[in-house]
């Protein structure tokens, strides 16, 4: 097997990687200190859509960790590009929160209900039955459905939450159309996310807590991987796939020698 490069630009998730349930991982902000004082290109990613870059570098500098906002790297971001390249200067019916509309306004979209191109579903913290059937018949008159990520649940101090995946599913069973998820596991995210930062596969790595999702989609992207135990993936799981990280490690700590 030929000798991988060396690393000169990283990716890592944030929730499980370094956050978990608001609270920084240990190392994360010694992790995050040398890669800003290295030079070296990095993004830190989430599926969620809710949170503009913005929103999040001022929660994660209420943690203690210091981000800059064009460190931040959204699932909403990524459908932004993606449908920027697809269809310039279109128009979509949103069901999302800031993050995602303020992505598509950023690029020149226009959010009507009226005869949209598409249908780009994102998270929100109220899900109405109202909105869900109007994209409903919308998807059925024609506009294309396009969704920020496939996670099902999301978490919250309570418990899990329904998430963007499970109401694409609801919209797919009423519809028969199978949306366009933009963000992990679809290596797209990750390759605009390289692009952003002018950095290559070859000499990038992608950090996350999920073999489904983060390890997955930095494996296709052709990226290192590397797989923390502080999120949601156990270590006896691994087995459970038929692909593998690039190396298995118990935290972000592990990995602030290797900047």
């Known amino acids: 097997m030929a000798e991988r490069k060396p690393i000169e630009s990283w990716l890592t998730d944030m929730d ?97 209900d009226h005869e949209p191109d598409y249908v780009v579903l994102g998270e929100t913290r109220t899900y109405s039955f109202e909105a869900m059937t109007k994209a409903v018949r919308l998807i059925n008159a024609g506009a294309r459905f396009i969704c920020t990520n496939p996670d099902e649940t999301g978490p919250s101090t309570e418990g899990p939450l329904p998430a963007t995946g499970a109401v694409a599913a609801l919209i797919t069973k009423a519809t028969g159309k199978q949306p366009y998820f933009a963000g992990k596991p679809n290596p797209l995210m990750m390759r605009t996310g390289l692009n952003a930062i002018g950095a290559h596969s070859e000499t990038s790595a992608m950090i996350g807590d999920r073999m ?19 999120g949601l993936t156990r270590p006896e799981q691994v087995e459970d796939f038929p692909y593998r990280p690039s190396q298995v490690v118990d935290s972000i700590a592990d990995l602030v020698d290797r900047i």
């Open 212 to 230: 489904d999702t983060d390890v997955l989609a930095g494996m296709e992207a052709g990226m290192q991987t590397f797989l923390v135990l502080t």
């Open 16 to 112: 499980g990687v370094l956050i978990h349930e608001g609270v920084p991982i240990p190392g994360a902000d010694a992790f995050l200190k040398k890669l800003r004082e290295s030079g070296k290109p990095f993004l830190v990613l989430t599926n969620n859509s809710i949170y503009t870059p913005r929103d999040l570098h001022a929660r994660l500098t209420r943690m203690g960790l210091e981000v800059p906002i064009e460190n931040i790297w959204t699932s909403a971001l990524a459908t932004a590009k993606f449908l920027d390249d697809q269809r310039p200067g279109g128009s979509a019916y949103v069901i999302g929160e800031a993050g995602l509309t303020t992505a598509l306004h950023d690029i020149g979209y226009i959010l009507t």
